[in-house]
């Protein structure tokens, strides 16, 4: 008898993917991949601004408890104020001896610490994530500050727009200063980001990125001025702002968001835009969003379009967002 162990079964085939079977496959992946990608951006974009919300949140908070330690009181913003505890000049709220003991110093590059003036605080919860090259992102609203100028004789120091020097009368038109007990405080600005001119001096330490730009102390001082009255609405983009920030840098200097402007001309709102959704050009055009934080300790995303009317000549504030108490007096038409 014919024994079986040894036997070959039927012999096993297998088939491939021919050409034409692959060629399908990877045009469906593209396909995928192209409707993905979008979403996936957008979702990692929507996350960065959240996270600039979180940190706005975080820095709000830590103003208000400044203010609960210092009787409703913000911190100054006071250029070449003698600082008796550090023997340096200027009293800015972004000072490590201020709002740095209330908040985390994860950069000090802002000053080198063999110059005058005081270091600010940086880096950390003090950077949007879309601002590229950033050291400190946010401004805190200049009527929030408990002092703005100062007498150099007696260091007297004076409230925004309350300075009773001739030169500065007129700065009583272009607001009023308050504190934590503010009326309206849910829709009062308190913080907000801010285009960032200033070099910090020092290496950051982070990758590719020897250097960090930090933004200026304040926001909010100036406002276009038309048909015999300041307008409020300007700060965010409605019209022509005077003077955003001090001077454009050299060329050698310029922060990346700034690297298509022309002139100071070219910026028409304290509020750069540009950052959410995150844009690689015209940086300065008043179209996009930007986190807000308020009085009241909230934060929330606002478009230009909300904070003034186009529709009327010229454009006014919505009153959704304010600058200060005395912004409904500024916006009103004047009688002849």
Not at 180 to 209: F, H, I, K, P
Not at 236 to 263: C, D, N, Q, V, Y
Request: proline share 8%; aromatic share 12%.
């Amino acid at each position: 008898m014919r024994s079986t162990h040894g036997q070959l079964g039927p012999r096993s085939t297998f088939r491939g993917f021919t050409l034409i079977e692959l060629l399908v496959v990877i045009a469906i992946i593209a396909l995928l991949i192209g409707i993905l990608l979008p979403a996936l951006g957008k979702a990692r974009d929507s996350a960065r601004t959240i996270k600039c919300s979180v940190n706005q949140r975080q820095i709000v908070t830590a103003l208000m408890a400044y203010a609960n330690d210092y009787k409703q009181q913000f911190p100054p913003v006071i250029p070449g104020y003698p600082d008796k505890e550090t023997k340096k000049v200027n009293s800015y709220w972004s000072d490590i001896g201020r709002i740095g003991r209330y908040l985390p110093v994860a950069d000090r590059s802002n000053i080198d610490i063999t110059k005058t003036e005081n270091n600010t605080v940086g880096g950390g919860i003090m950077v949007c994530p879309n601002h590229e090259a950033g050291g400190r992102s946010y401004a805190m609203n200049i009527w929030a500050a408990s002092a703005r100028t100062y007498n150099p004789t007696t260091l007297q120091s004076y409230k925004p727009g309350a300075d009773p020097s001739p030169t500065k009368a007129f700065e009583a038109q272009l607001g009023r200063a308050f504190d934590l007990s503010v009326d309206y405080a849910s829709r009062t600005l308190l913080l907000s980001e801010a285009w960032a001119s200033w070099q910090g001096d020092l290496d950051s330490g982070q990758t590719n990125a020897p250097k960090t730009f930090y933004a200026q102390a304040d926001i909010g001082w100036n406002a276009e001025f038309s048909s015999s009255r300041y307008r409020t609405s300007s700060r965010f983009g409605s019209g022509t702002l005077p003077a955003p920030f001090k001077e454009l840098p050299a060329a050698s200097i310029r922060p990346p968001e700034m690297s298509e402007a022309k002139s100071m001309a070219d910026f028409k709102s304290y509020i750069p835009w540009y950052r959410h959704p995150k844009r690689f050009k015209q940086f300065t055009a008043i179209k996009g969003s930007a986190p807000i934080g308020f009085v009241d300790g909230h934060v929330a995303s606002w478009q230009p379009e909300q904070l003034f009317d186009k529709a009327q000549t010229p454009p006014k504030s919505t009153f959704q967002v304010l600058w200060s108490p005395f912004d409904f007096k500024m916006e009103e038409p004047k009688t002849p």
